[in-house]
């Protein structure tokens, strides 16, 4: 029943931007915090970006804080990751995650399928 489904990734030149998107279904969006993981090719899959049940709370890897941005609209049970001033090493899997409980250091019971970003010129 619970689903994640990630969109948006795709082939993008450095500088450039994208914007993800992490549709979920099967429970109340606003009663979790959810978290974007990225794993780049031979890497660890790892959590680049948190948002709580409530909009208060927002975490980032610090390789990019600044430039990405972690948003939800509960209304289309949505949550979005705008990823500007892209680099090279952003390129990855990207998945969203939903943690267990409404803060962002709870763990994930649930992730999505994953979307490709690919930075290259």
């Known amino acids: 029943q619970v689903q994640l489904v990630e969109s948006g990734g795709g082939l993008v030149q450095p500088g450039g931007s994208l914007r993800l998107s992490c549709v979920a279904s099967g429970f109340s969006l606003d009663r979790y915090a959810i978290s974007w993981f990225r794993q780049a090719p031979g890497k660890e899959r790892e959590s680049i970006s948190c948002i709580n049940n409530s909009d208060d709370q927002f975490d980032y890897l610090n390789s990019v804080k600044g430039r990405f941005t972690i948003s939800r609209d509960n209304a289309k049970n949505t949550v979005y990751m705008q990823m500007n001033s892209l680099k090279p090493e952003d390129t990855g899997d990207y998945y969203c995650?939903?943690?267990?409980?409404?803060?962002?250091?709870?763990?994930?019971?649930?992730w999505g399928q994953g979307a490709k970003v690919n930075v290259s010129s």
């Open positions: 995650g939903r943690r267990t409980r409404q803060l962002c250091s709870g763990p994930i019971d649930y």
